[in-house]
């Protein structure tokens, strides 16, 4: 059973589309995350989300959005796609929001936007 | 200046070998330091967390901070051609995952 999954696992689409991510986590756990990998490796934490509150970090533009229609599952929607959107996105979950718990990651969405 | 910074390698070993790999930062700030492994085309898993200076040891995997320097390093006993992989280094000013800042990571090869 995949502990943390994400749909679709690869997207091609146009500059100016708009496109969602999903993600899905049987483990239980209370919070889970959005990361971007960019093409230089640097993996770079978008949201964290728990079922108390939602962190922003304050340098992603508000085209992206998390919506969570339960706590198993954290899409990303983002809107008016840009070329320097294209990366690796990466889903997470841990039990709570300690630093020092256990992140599973899920298998990443490699986004290309032409 | 960026905040976390990794030779990106690839770095090449023998199988046995000892392996090094290192990260600096520059933000004395950071207290938490975490070792991720990623392997080709999967997400990161976790390896090593530390708080602080000292080591950490967990099986062939020792995790050592040197706060004063602003230096991390895992180390990898008796290396394996199964340890080939991304090891990114992760650090974070406190107890709380969504604070995390990630180095770009080393990619190791362990030739069998």
């Known amino acids: 059973d995949t502990a943390v999954s994400q749909t679709p696992k690869y997207l091609v689409t146009q500059m100016g589309n708009d496109k969602s991510i999903k993600c899905e986590q049987n483990l239980g756990h209370d919070t889970m995350y959005w990361y971007k990998q960019d093409s230089k490796k640097f993996l770079k934490i978008m949201f964290s989300?728990?079922?108390?509150?939602?962190?922003i970090n304050e340098t992603v533009p508000n085209r992206f959005s998390p919506k969570s229609p339960d706590k198993a599952h954290l899409n990303l929607h983002i809107n008016s796609l840009e070329l320097g959107d294209s990366a690796v996105y990466f889903c997470?979950?841990?039990?709570?929001?300690?630093?020092?718990?256990?992140?599973?990651f899920g298998p990443g969405t490699r986004l290309t936007v032409l | 200046q960026k905040e976390v910074e990794q030779d990106p390698g690839p770095l090449s070993v023998p199988e046995g070998a000892i392996v090094s790999l290192n990260c600096t930062y520059s933000?004395?700030?950071?207290?938490?330091f975490m070792w991720y492994r990623q392997y080709s085309r999967k997400g990161p898993e976790l390896l090593m967390y530390?708080?602080?200076?000292g080591n950490k040891e967990d099986g062939r995997f020792t995790a050592q901070v040197d706060k004063s320097s602003k230096y991390i390093s895992l180390f990898i006993r008796d290396s394996q051609p199964s340890d080939s992989a991304t090891y990114l280094c992760?650090?974070?000013?406190?107890?709380?995952?969504?604070?995390?800042?990630f180095g770009p990571g080393t990619r190791l090869s362990v030739l069998p």
């Open positions: 992760a650090m974070s000013f406190d107890n709380y995952g969504q604070n995390f800042v």
């Open positions: 997470a979950s841990s039990p709570d929001s300690s630093s020092t718990d256990t992140q599973y």
């Open positions: 530390t708080y602080s200076s």
């Open positions: 933000n004395s700030a950071f207290q938490y």
């Open positions: 989300y728990n079922n108390k509150e939602l962190i």
